[in-house]
């Protein structure tokens, strides 16, 4: 394993936020499912402590994710806590798509965090993968892979 060698900030998840991401992946399927991600980024790093489900309004939601506006607004008026956007991967590896980087402006000013859970190879839990959102001096948004700890 190379990633001995890789330093990775690392994002903490509260464990009763974990399992409702987890409830919310199943709860979905086989759609996509959303929502945004509130806590603590004071000194010691970043700390996911509340998940709040955002309805999946795309058009196409077996493939993609698109957050109801109305309830994306709502979130966005109380910008205090508010740390970063999750959703779901029914079918595929939890990694951001071509679609889901080009989608990262429409939230990469409000948010630092992205976390993609996919259902594990039993089918009763989840694999979660965490990335900081980075913006450029050029103000272009990437993702950067954190280490995610459950608390
Ligand atoms: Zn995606």
Not at 1 to 26: P, S
Not at 76 to 84: A, D, E, I
Not at 102 to 131: K, M, N, W
Request: include cysteine; charge should be negative.
């Amino acid at each position: 394993m190379t990633e001995l060698h890789v330093h990775r900030e690392e994002i903490w998840l509260d464990a009763a936020c974990a399992h409702g991401l987890a409830e919310h992946l199943f709860l979905h399927l086989p759609h996509e499912a959303c929502g945004v991600l509130r806590g603590n980024a004071a000194a010691g790093g970043m700390r996911i402590e509340t998940f709040f489900p955002i309805r999946n309004v795309a058009p196409d939601p077996l493939h993609r994710f698109t957050l109801n506006p109305q309830e994306w607004v709502q979130e966005c008026l109380n910008p205090s806590g508010l740390l970063g956007i999750f959703h779901t991967h029914p079918h595929s590896a939890p990694v951001p798509s071509a679609e889901d980087l080009r989608q990262l402006p429409l939230f990469g000013d409000l948010l630092r965090i992205y976390l993609i859970s996919s259902p594990d190879e039993s089918g009763s839990s989840i694999v979660t993968h965490a990335y900081f959102i980075d913006r450029s001096p050029a103000g272009e948004f990437a993702l950067r892979p954190a280490r995610l700890c459950m608390t």
